[in-house]
């Protein structure tokens, strides 16, 4: 089973940016949806950003136009890009690797703060 450890997280200000990173210990074959999810405190794990196989993504409507997930095959690595950054954004940063009807794989999660 892959294991997929997250960094880049930290605190920034509002308005401020940062880059999260999800490296895989194995190839993130052709059948892995990979994606972003995010956790508060009292409150469910929510999608942030998706992208599949065929390089299409999908983002929660609350971080369309600021975070853009990306992927390099050859490093084993899915990024998410995450720019003007709102207080609402606190939380802890999940990464996930789906395989349909095989595997669910979560990280350990970094934490992001966002606050002045």
């Known amino acids: 089973q892959v294991q997929l450890v997250e960094s880049g997280g930290g605190w920034v200000q509002p308005g401020g940016s940062l880059r999260l990173s999800c490296a895989a210990s194995?190839?993130?074959?052709?059948?892995?949806?990979m994606g972003w999810y995010r956790q508060t405190p009292g409150k469910q794990r929510e999608m942030v950003a998706v992208i599949t196989p065929a390089e299409t993504t999908n983002y929660a409507d609350s971080v369309k136009g600021r975070f853009t997930i990306s992927r390099d095959r050859p490093k084993n690595t899915v990024y998410l890009q995450m720019n003007s950054l709102k207080p609402e954004d606190t939380a802890v940063y999940y990464c996930?690797?789906?395989?349909?009807?095989?595997?669910?794989?979560w990280g350990q999660g970094t934490q992001v703060t966002v606050s002045s």
């Open positions: 194995r190839s993130i074959s052709s059948i892995d949806v």
């Open positions: 996930n690797a789906n395989r349909p009807g095989l595997s669910n794989t």
